[in-house]
């Protein structure tokens, strides 16, 4: 395409492909396996190719002093594949870029019950009825 003497190209359009899952296993009921994933395939937007990218994060987690104590460690990205990478073309420029995120982390996720609330005793369930004789 030519506009204002600037010359662009539009990638042609193509089907998105996303998949994602987040799934929990019980080992033996002696912990619990947590794996998350997604997958985004290649794209064509407008002047931009996006390439793939993925994630996959990988959980533990395990129930202590009678499951009031639960204590899970996940590993987040852990194939390092979510990267925005791609290119686009305007005029005799072409681009390519390739970003670097730092989504491989870990985390280590504690969570204590301190048990049931003590039972509240009260009584009054009235709406108010005993003063609405006092305004006049």
Do not use: C
């Not at 190719?49 to 129930?63: A, P, Q, W």
């Amino acid at each position: 395409f030519v506009s204002n003497d600037i010359i662009f190209s539009l990638k042609e359009s193509k089907p998105l492909y996303y998949f994602y899952s987040s799934n929990q296993f019980d080992i033996k009921k002696v912990f619990k396996v947590q794996l998350l994933g997604w997958y985004l395939g290649e794209k064509y937007d407008g002047l931009f190719y996006r390439k793939s990218r993925s994630l996959l994060t990988l959980g533990v987690e395990k129930n202590f002093f009678n499951q009031s104590l639960k204590v899970k460690i996940m590993a987040n990205d852990i194939f390092h594949k979510d990267k925005p990478e791609g290119n686009y073309e305007v005029g005799q420029t072409f681009v390519e870029y390739g970003r670097t995120l730092n989504t491989d982390y870990y985390r280590l996720i504690l969570t204590y019950n301190f048990g049931k609330l003590k039972k509240v005793n009260y009584g009054n369930t009235s709406s108010g009825e005993s003063e609405s004789g006092r305004a006049h």
